[in-house]
């Protein structure tokens, strides 16, 4: 079975300050793992996936993210926020290759304060 | 890109109508698509599994009778909420597999979203 922590279910930061947003998986096999972004009444885009390649992905916007097995880790960040980016951030794993199922955690909503 | 469309975008329904919806892969063809319901602030969850040609996987506690899927063709899935009520309320979010791009992960693309208000 797989699921994911998202610590912090409100992250506000300032305008131009970095944006760290925590993911945490579990999963009894290697994961996949995906940042997706909501924006309001709209549906999930992908912005990064990790896939078993390079630990660093780099996504869309100016986000990337760095897996890190011996923390459970696949924080999001970005160096510099804008106020575009507010919006509600979901990290997501399934367990393997071709595995159709996607598990979502609770979700962050990112405020960016002017 | 691969783009899913579905329809409508927000529909106001009585309780104990049906209602449908539809999930279309614009440009590439889905053998698989998901369907998700989304609470207010709260995250997606996954409802079933829409298979081209054969029956529907449900996860487990989503009545089936209620919730009709129909994968009919390799680019439109449908939910039917049948008999509606105001519980099931809710944003329903659809994806698809592009299982012919070229990414070696067959990766989910996620339709706009219904907003379903049963009164």
């Known amino acids: 079975a797989q699921s994911v922590t998202q610590l912090g279910s409100h992250v506000s930061v300032s305008e131009g300050a970095l944006v760290l947003l925590r993911c945490n998986y579990s999963?009894?096999?290697?994961?996949?793992l995906f940042w997706y972004v909501q924006y309001p009444n709209q549906g999930l885009q992908l912005l990064l996936k990790?896939?078993?390649?390079?630990?660093l992905v780099k996504g869309i916007n100016g986000f990337e993210a760095e897996f890190k097995k011996s923390e459970t880790s696949f924080h999001l960040t970005k160096p510099s926020a804008h106020m575009s980016d507010a919006a509600e951030y979901f990290c997501?794993?399934?367990?393997?290759?071709?595995?159709?199922?996607?598990?979502f955690g609770t979700g962050t909503r990112l405020t960016i304060i002017p | 890109g691969a783009v899913v469309s579905q329809h409508p975008s927000w529909v106001i329904c009585k309780s104990g109508t049906s209602v449908k919806i539809e999930c279309r892969s614009l440009?590439?063809?889905?053998?698989?698509m998901f369907w998700y319901r989304q609470f207010p602030k709260q995250s997606l969850m996954l409802m079933a599994t829409?298979?081209?040609?054969?029956?529907?996987?449900?996860e487990q506690g989503v009545e089936k009778d209620k919730f009709l899927i129909n994968h009919a063709s390799l680019t439109l899935s449908t939910l039917t909420v049948t008999s509606a009520h105001p519980e099931d309320s809710s944003f329903y979010i659809c994806?698809?597999?592009?299982?012919?791009?070229?990414?070696?992960?067959?990766?989910?693309?996620f339709g706009p979203g219904t907003r379903l208000t049963v009164l």
């Open positions: 999963s009894s096999v290697p994961p996949y």
């Open positions: 994806s698809a597999r592009d299982q012919g791009g070229p990414s070696s992960y067959n990766e989910q693309f």
């Open positions: 440009d590439f063809q889905a053998t698989t």
């Open positions: 829409s298979n081209e040609g054969s029956k529907a996987t449900y």
């Open positions: 997501a794993v399934s367990a393997y290759f071709g595995n159709e199922k996607l598990t």
């Open positions: 990790y896939t078993s390649a390079a630990t």
